[in-house]
């Protein structure tokens, strides 16, 4: 079955250290892809995504993602992390093929240190 | 403000219990759609609608019903609800109606099946 997968289920962090979270998707043809967070105690909200052009994508907060379509991966990068980041973390695909369909992978949660 | 809001909040039922939960935008948005967040299984969705009168079925579609009269509502339908369908849900709407736009999501229901 076309899928979403998140490599990390629960990531500890401390202040300052670098963070990379990986995505990867099953899904052939074009995509659509997503990042979106959920603070705790707030909404789910879109952090970035990619339609198409360059494949490295910046979104708020300091996130940014890469495409790489070779290998099926759209991972999440933040050179330095903060307390506030700490988060649930979705990656989500749009296939062409199923254009109004939205995938979303088992969630990665991030919890920075102070 | 433009929100999506979702009630109730919280709900607990037992088996067999006809219950709705209702989704309301007010952003003249013309996608909308359901999903459930389950512990390790990430975000599923469970219906979506791009239109009025126009739903169609998501991953997870077994035991709920939709229906889209007007749009800016999208109640979800539990005929007979059963313990699996204890989750959060998830309401959420876009501008487009496509499932590559933009989410915004609701507050949540989590929902308990006695």
């Known amino acids: 079955a076309q899928s979403v997968s998140q490599h990390n289920h629960h990531v500890i962090l401390s202040e300052a250290a670098s963070l990379e979270l990986g995505c990867n998707y099953s899904?052939?043809?074009?995509?659509?892809l997503f990042w979106y967070v959920q603070y705790p105690g707030q909404h789910l909200q879109l952090l970035l995504k990619?339609?198409?052009?360059?494949?490295l994508v910046k979104g708020i907060k300091g996130f940014e993602a890469e495409f790489i379509k070779s290998k099926f991966s759209f991972n999440l990068r933040k050179p330095s992390v903060q307390w506030s980041d700490t988060a649930e973390y979705f990656c989500?695909?749009?296939?062409?093929?199923?254009?109004?369909?939205?995938?979303f992978g088992a969630g990665t949660t991030v919890t920075v240190r102070a | 403000e433009a929100q999506v809001t979702q009630n109730p909040r919280y709900l607990i039922t037992v088996t067999g219990k006809k219950l709705t939960v209702t989704c309301s935008q007010n952003m003249n948005h013309e996608y909308m759609s359901w999903y459930r967040q389950d512990p390790g299984l990430g975000l599923r969705q469970i219906y979506y609608?791009?239109?009025?009168?126009?739903?169609d079925k998501g991953d997870v579609p077994e035991g709920y019903k939709v229906s889209r009269k007007e749009k800016r509502n999208f109640p979800l339908i539990l005929e007979s609800p059963s313990p699996n369908q204890t989750s959060l849900y998830f309401c959420a709407s876009s501008f487009g109606a496509r499932g590559g736009e933009t989410q915004y999501f609701g507050p949540g229901t989590r929902l308990l099946v006695l």
């Open positions: 899904y052939g043809g074009t995509v659509n």
């Open positions: 609608s791009m239109n009025v009168e126009v739903t």
């Open positions: 989500a695909v749009n296939p062409f093929s199923n254009d109004y369909k939205l995938s």
């Open positions: 990619y339609f198409s052009g360059d494949p």
